[in-house]
């Protein structure tokens, strides 16, 4: 079993996988720990262990670790925590991992690595092209083509990054919990702002995709992940898979490959 380890602008995500046929991997176990409160030693590493032993899981049975991060800030120390956890260092992805891709892209040191994981698993189990959107603290869009070339994507706001700047910004609209709408016509405010947040969003990654499919030129595979992905995936028309592990699997993939 393998630890894979994501730290994103909101949250620091475990999961505990093991192999399984085909190359895809189960997941054993997951769980989050908040960004903002870093990595600070001795509590945090008492933390991982107990979460992994609510799960079952010894550390004793995990294979290694592999990170990525989009905040340079931590990486050193989570990276140094996985190691006391472990006994040996993590994998700690770069652009210049092997990853089954080829960055055709003019900047790759620049591109996300949580979006690297995302695109690596989608080029190495599904149909390409392929789309890979992922809704966190960001949506990010990555276009993976045949051949597994990754030309780029996008970068829109996530679903509660707009909520929140729509409601800081506003004297009259409220703070309000996220819940599916129950049609698009919204009846009074709270209504509306879940159907514009929502249906919005749902239908920003409905006409992004046809758009780059225009582009390419071809019909994509859609694949949809994130935290927030539950919120906005059942209310998407264009055809999708809903992989709620991508980044992980991705994670995976990329250490079977560098191991």
């Keep these: 079993m393998i630890l894979t380890v994501d730290i994103g602008n909101t949250t620091i995500s475990f999961c505990g996988l093991a192999p399984a046929p085909g190359g895809d991997f189960h997941v054993r176990c997951a769980f989050r720990l908040d960004t903002a409160q870093g990595m600070p030693g001795a509590d945090s590493l008492a933390a991982i262990r107990h979460a992994l032993g609510d799960a079952g899981v010894e550390p004793e049975a995990l294979e290694g670790a592999v990170l990525c991060s989009v ?39 620049y591109l996300g690595l949580d979006r690297l994981a995302d695109a690596a698993w989608a080029a190495a189990h599904y149909p390409l092209p392929a789309v890979t959107v992922d809704m966190g603290t960001a949506t990010t869009f990555n276009v993976i083509d045949r051949g597994g070339v990754f030309l780029g994507g996008a970068i829109a706001p996530g679903i509660a990054t707009g909520l929140g700047a729509l409601t800081a910004r506003t004297a009259q609209l409220p703070e309000i919990t996220l819940a599916q709408p129950e049609q698009v016509i919204g009846r009074d405010t709270v209504a509306c702002m879940r159907s514009g947040v929502l249906v919005g969003a749902a239908a920003m990654i409905d006409g992004m995709t046809a758009r780059i499919e225009k582009e390419l030129g071809s019909p ?40």
């Design 71 to 109: 905040v340079p800030a931590l990486t050193d120390s989570v990276a140094e925590c996985l190691a006391r956890l472990l006994g040996k260092a993590p994998l700690v992805v770069l652009h210049t991992s092997r990853t089954g891709l080829t960055l055709a892209i003019p900047q790759p040191e």
């Design 220 to 259: 994509v595979t859609l694949l949809l992940t994130g935290g927030l992905c539950p919120y906005a995936e059942p209310l998407c028309e264009h055809p999708h898979v809903h992989e709620p592990a991508l980044l992980a699997k991705g994670l995976g993939h990329i250490y079977n490959l560098n191991r």
